[in-house]
């Protein structure tokens, strides 16, 4: 594995590169632009690898907020069925 901390053509360092995650996952795309980030991970597998696997994790994330299908609408009269039930006094 290659660590651009000992690697002198690298611009950024793992510590320089990762201290930019934050920065780069809330303005999606910025890694694409940045021609240091670039370059950085073409030649540091460690970060690259953490690069991929925090789009994965994100992606993942994403996804669980994401509804899968919407309520049929008996769910919704079950539902307000049984809130009219239970408004009536016994």
């Not at 793992?14 to 795309?29: D, H, S, T, V």
């Not at 632009?33 to 690898?49: D, M, Q």
């Amino acid at each position: 594995m290659t660590d651009s901390n000992n690697n002198k053509d690298n611009v950024l360092t793992c510590a320089e590169f990762q201290e930019q995650l934050p920065q780069i996952f809330a303005a999606e795309g910025e890694i694409g632009h940045n021609p240091e980030l670039r370059g950085h991970l073409a030649t540091c597998t460690n970060c690259s690898s953490l690069v991929r696997d925090l789009e994965y994790i994100a992606e993942q994330a994403r996804m669980l907020l994401e509804p899968t299908h919407d309520p049929s609408p008996d769910v919704w009269s079950n539902i307000q069925s049984k809130l009219t039930k239970d408004e009536k006094p016994n």
